[in-house]
DNA sequence: AGCGTGATCTTT
DNA sequence: AAGATCACGCTG
């Protein structure tokens, strides 16, 4: 399957946080090391709107990122332990980002394995700070793109409306109100909702 | 239900 | 300089 290029991901942020659903990133690590997931979960942090959205009060050191080209990866790290792996949409000084909350693992599980320390499949990158474990994502990936040969997306068929579901996005005390999270109902590897 | 863990941001 | 917050995961 063909890669998405750069103008798929010049989209509104909530209109990215959709068509992302269903799609397989791709990282490659050296020793021809080919790290592989589906995409099934995703959440929606835009412009100056949303007090969740860590640009919302102009730019940051922390979130300049998040102003740049569409396909660039904004990574962070979070409660001391987590990394967080976004995608940038938008055009290039509007501020908005995926995040990327869950994938099903499709290649390099046996690597997933060894990150996580666990064989449950369903567990290996159900979570937003477990699936950065799982791919060895950290802030070194932060800024880099999805164009060249370590991280890449593959496009896959688009979903139907029947199968997305939409929530509330998870772990979030500002703008709770915004139904800005997207899953694929009934899949094993969206995350288990915290807090409830 | 509680806590670890550290960067970032706000307030003093 | 100090304090609060945090787009979480694990244990119990």
């Known amino acids: 399957m063909e890669r998405l290029e750069p103008q798929f991901y010049e989209l509104p942020t909530l209109e990215l946080t959709e068509k992302l659903l269903g799609k397989i990133f791709v990282r490659v690590l050296p020793g021809n090391i080919h790290l592989r997931g589906r995409i099934v979960e995703t959440e ?55 995040l990327i909350r869950a994938m099903e693992p499709v290649e390099g599980e046996l690597f997933m394995q060894e990150q996580r320390g666990t064989g449950i499949i369903t567990s290996l990158m159900s979570g937003p700070g477990k699936l950065t474990r799982a791919l060895a994502i950290d802030s070194r990936s932060n800024g880099k793109n999805l164009f060249n040969e370590e991280f890449y997306v593959e496009n896959a068929p688009s979903l139907t409306e029947n199968q997305i579901g939409t929530s509330t996005r998870v772990g979030i005390s500002k703008s709770r109100e915004l139904l800005w999270r997207k899953f694929i109902i009934n899949n094993p590897h969206v995350s288990k909702v915290r807090g409830v």
């Open 44 to 98: 929606a942090y835009s412009g100056t709107g949303d007090e969740a959205c860590h640009a919302w009060r102009g730019q940051t050191a922390r979130n300049r990122i998040m102003f740049q080209r569409p396909g660039t990866l904004y990574v962070y790290f979070t409660y001391g332990n987590h990394y967080m792996l976004n995608i940038v949409s938008e055009p290039e000084n509007t501020a908005g980002a995926v």
